[in-house]
């Protein structure tokens, strides 16, 4: 993937799978870092807070906050991911959000998306759109916003009827 596996935070070359064109990327290997951004970004074996970028990578790798366009989580960890397109695979993840996400052997704990596509992995709760994959059951927004609207009701409403009998 890049030119290098030295430890640290440097410059490297990147090359689309397909593609011939190199790409200049940021290299982040056996670290733990606060904060990471640039432009594409790849992380491998590492400990990142913060990490932020147009295409991110991880690899074998752990992360608190991961914000990107387009991101690639390969045997990694990641507390709260916020995407327009992700792929997990074989990754634990707490919080989800994406517009689109491909999920193969990941396991996630909460998720919002437009589309999810779903091999072989686990999710805690989904709000989503479009579900295509194995799914024990399938939950349209409308639906889950309803029933959300529900049980707000139901406690405001309970907690009204307790405030007049005292």
């Known amino acids: 993937m890049h030119d290098t596996q030295q430890p640290g935070i440097h410059h490297t070359q990147y090359r689309q799978p397909g593609g011939n064109v190199p790409t200049e990327a940021t290299g982040v290997t056996s670290v733990h870092a606060e904060r990471i951004e640039g432009q594409m970004v790849i992380v491998q074996q590492s400990r990142v807070e913060q990490l932020t970028g147009v295409r991110v990578s991880l690899e074998q790798s752990a992360a608190n906050h991961v914000e990107a366009r387009s991101a690639q989580v390969d045997h990694s960890a990641i507390r709260h991911l916020e995407a327009e397109r992700a792929v997990t695979l074989r990754s634990r993840i707490a919080l989800v959000r ?11 704990g909460l998720l919002q998306a437009d589309h999810v596509m779903i091999e072989q992995g686990r999710i805690g709760i989904a709000v989503v759109r479009d579900l295509s994959g194995p799914a024990l059951v399938r939950l349209p927004l409308v639906a889950f916003t309803t029933f959300l609207a529900g049980v707000v009701t139901g406690a405001v409403l309970n907690r009204l009827m307790a405030a007049k009998r005292r």
Do not use: F, G, K
């Open 98 to 108: 994406a517009r689109e996400l491909r999920a193969s052997r990941a396991r996630i």
